[in-house]
């Protein structure tokens, strides 16, 4: 598993240095960062954790910073602070995906347990990428023939269905499903749907 890291990007050094303070003093992992341009620099897309991030700062704004993430594809969490909770601003931060929002002055044990929140958050969305990415390279070893069978039954189809839809026996269809199964490490047709969705 990935080291997980608070990433706390403020421009106002006394919060910056507080949020740190905090978030060490429980044992977790910081860094810090005054503008997001610098952030941005050093960000690298396997960085796991969360970011605690300003809204208003000069240069890039925490909402910029954001868009930018998301151009990234970045999944990492966002926390915002803000003193300032413009009705727009908010909407503007939720429809980016931020996990939460938090008013300055903030409570220390309510940020701390958002900050555990969005690290749970990030480690599962983490493993369901890890089992994604494992069934994909499963789901590239197996046959034309295993990969049509096992997309209508994961459609819905039956094995007699999928049988008088390929012009095969049902046998051979189960002949196909269980091999495709034993090939992708899994019983459940519910798991394999939902990685072919995702």
């Given at each position: 598993m990935i080291?997980?890291?608070?990433?706390i990007v403020d421009d106002d050094?006394?919060?910056?240095?507080?949020?740190?303070?905090?978030?060490?003093?429980?044992?977790?992992?910081?860094?810090?960062?005054?503008n997001a341009i610098d952030f941005l620099e050093q960000y690298n897309h396997s960085y796991a954790g969360c970011i605690v991030l300003d809204i208003r700062m000069a240069g890039l704004?925490?909402?910029?910073?954001?868009?930018k993430?998301?151009?990234?594809?970045?999944?990492?969490?966002?926390?915002?602070?803000?003193?300032?909770?413009?009705?727009t601003v908010v909407r503007d931060a939720f429809r980016g995906?931020?996990?939460?929002l938090i008013s300055k002055p903030f409570h220390e044990q309510n940020l701390l347990d958002t900050i555990n929140q969005a690290l749970s958050m990030d480690?599962?969305?983490?493993?369901?990428?890890?089992?994604?990415?494992?069934f994909k390279k499963k789901?590239?070893?197996?046959?034309?023939?295993?990969?049509?069978?096992?997309?209508?039954?994961?459609?819905?189809?039956t094995n007699k269905d999928v049988a008088e839809y390929l012009k095969i026996s049902p046998r051979t269809v189960e002949v196909h499903r269980q091999r495709a199964l034993i090939k992708i490490g899994t019983r459940s047709f519910i798991q394999i749907k939902e990685l072919l969705l995702d």
């Open positions: 080291e997980q890291i608070v990433f050094d006394a919060i910056r240095n507080s949020v740190k303070e905090l978030v060490e003093s429980v044992g977790l992992k910081a860094r810090d960062f005054s704004s925490g909402l910029a910073l954001q868009a993430l998301n151009q990234l594809d970045s999944v990492i969490p966002i926390i915002f602070i803000t003193a300032y909770k413009d009705i995906g931020a996990f939460d480690a599962k969305n983490r493993v369901a990428a890890t089992e994604k990415e494992i789901a590239k070893g197996l046959t034309a023939r295993e990969q049509e069978v096992l997309s209508l039954l994961v459609g819905g189809m």
